[in-house]
T-cell receptor, first 112, second 117 residues
Framework: DGGITQSPKYLFRKEGQNVTLSCEQN?????MYWYRQDPGQGLRLIYY???????QKGDIAEGYSVSREKKESFPLTVTSAQKNPTAFYLC???????????FGDGTRLSIL | AQSVTQLDSQVPVFEEAPVELRCNYS??????LFWYVQYPNQGLQLLLK??????LVKGINGFEAEFNKSQTSFHLRKPSVHISDTAEYFC???????????????FGRGTQLTVWP
């Protein structure tokens, strides 16, 4: 079955540590996205990528970094510069402008 | 940029009652509209979408929504809810006017639907 796989499902970060969240898709989609979800705030866009080796900042990119070396993969790094990283992180992909986004099951990040 | 307003953060309703979840958006340019559902600790699942054509859109699980361009609204309805419909629902808008960003979705803050027996 085609879909989006996010790992791990739960992740803990120590103060001052960088952590990387994985997102892999086998839908052959060109566009991929990272969102952050906090209670009562909906989804906020962190980064998105239209094609391989290209990505753009979203609304809340500070303290995060991404790479898009392969079409299937769009990992997100939460750096130590992100002072409030505790949240639910969702990865999504879409084939083109007119099609809706497909979502992974998310990674919940917590601070130790 | 678009803004999306979901007017109710919580909607409690009894089983088999009808429900309407409201969504308004800001832009008057050409838009695509979506409703997603999220169950606890899961990702978002597409309920329905409006891209063009008929303003009444039918989705999965018996849900439907009506696009009203003059009121910039896209309210979600179900004539008879089940306990299994308890979840959070998100309205999303994609702005396809001039200068828009590829596939950029703007989300509302969500409406928690709770269905009581």
């Amino acid at each position: 079955d085609g879909g989006i796989t996010q790992s791990p499902k739960y992740l803990f970060r120590k103060e001052g540590q960088n952590v990387t969240l994985s997102c892999e898709q086998n839908l052959n989609h060109d566009a991929m996205y990272w969102y952050r979800q906090d209670p009562g705030q909906g989804l906020r866009l962190i980064y998105y990528s239209q094609i391989v080796n290209d990505f753009q900042k979203g609304d809340i990119a500070e303290g995060y970094s991404v790479s898009r070396e392969k079409k299937e993969s769009f990992p997100l790094t939460v750096t130590s510069a992100q002072k409030n990283p505790t949240a639910f992180y969702l990865c999504a992909s879409s084939i083109d402008l007119s099609q809706p986004q497909h979502f992974g099951d998310g990674t919940r990040l917590s601070i130790l | 940029a678009q803004s999306v307003t979901q007017l109710d953060s919580q909607v409690p309703v009894f089983e088999e009652a009808p429900v309407e979840l409201r969504c308004n958006y800001s832009s008057s340019v050409s838009v695509y509209l979506f409703w997603y559902v999220q169950y606890p600790n899961q990702g978002l699942q597409l309920l329905l979408k409006y891209l063009s054509g008929s303003t009444l859109v039918k989705g999965i699980n018996g849900f439907e929504a009506e696009f009203n361009k003059s009121q910039t609204s896209f309210h979600l309805r179900k004539p008879s809810v089940h306990i299994s419909d308890t979840a959070e629902y998100f309205c999303a808008v994609s702005d396809h006017g001039r200068g828009s960003t590829l596939g950029r979705l703007y989300f509302g803050r969500g409406t928690q639907l709770t269905v009581w027996p």
